[in-house]
């Protein structure tokens, strides 16, 4: 599709089904969305537990590169082109708070 080339889509192990089961039931882009919200908080909840888990030990810093979208995008950003935070944002903000 065009304007998943333009986006640069880069899908992992099975493209955008992967992500999404076929459970999942979407109805529509704001379904969609939601969806795609929740995977972003779960993966990125994930990262930055797992550099918690290791820090001091291996390393002693994080470096979050490309917070930020220049437009809008369904995932690899911590606040959206508008400047809102995204799921991802929320992940991290989870992880990092069980300090």
Known sequence: D???TYHKFL???????AYFPP????????DYAFAAQLA??????????GFQERM????S???MWKSQSPWPALRGALYDS???PTG??????AALSRQ
Do not use: D
């Open 88 to 93: 991802g944002y929320y992940g991290v903000r």
């Open 40 to 49: 972003q908080l779960t993966q990125y909840k994930a990262l930055f537990e």
């Open 82 to 84: 508008y400047l809102a």
């Open 11 to 17: 899908p992992y192990n099975g493209g955008v089904g």
């Open 56 to 59: 001091w030990r291996r390393y």
């Open 2 to 4: 065009a304007v998943w």
């Open 23 to 30: 459970s999942a039931n979407t109805s529509g882009i704001a």
């Open 61 to 63: 810093a994080v470096l």
